[in-house]
């Protein structure tokens, strides 16, 4: 099986993008996880922000956060899968920005002796 293939925008950019949520009808016939009324429809600027929020050491679900979503836009519902999508995007351009402000100690050494065995791994 062929590697996935990288996406070409950066993650951080998808989260900034300029977007605004949206407010949709569902209509009473709509099957599971849909739920019949207003629904949002978030952003990742919107997601990361309610993320951000989440204090060091404690831990939201999904259900939490949209819950959130709903009451932050008096809706009665959020819509799970955009909510996801957005979420998985909010880790990644996570991911990125601690992969740019990382300090990559394995790529110096001392004057004199070898490196800490403790900082090498294969490059």
Known sequence: MSPK????TPW????EKP???????VPA???????P??????????????VRKIPKGKLATVSQIMQKLCQDFGTDSAC???????LNIVAKAAEEDRARSFT????YAFDR???????????
Do not use: Y
Request: without cysteine; hydrophobic residues 35%; aromatic residues 4%.
């Open 12 to 15: 951080r950019d998808k989260v």
């Open 37 to 50: 009324g207003k629904m949002i429809i978030a952003t990742p600027r919107i997601i990361e922000d309610i």
């Open 113 to 123: 002796g070898p490196l800490n065995h403790n900082l090498r791994r294969p490059l």
């Open 104 to 107: 990559p100690l394995e790529h």
């Open 80 to 86: 799970p899968i955009t909510t996801g999508i957005f």
């Open 29 to 35: 016939d709509v099957k599971p996880p849909f739920k």
């Open 19 to 25: 977007a605004e949520p949206k407010v949709v009808d």
């Open 5 to 8: 293939p990288k996406s070409l």
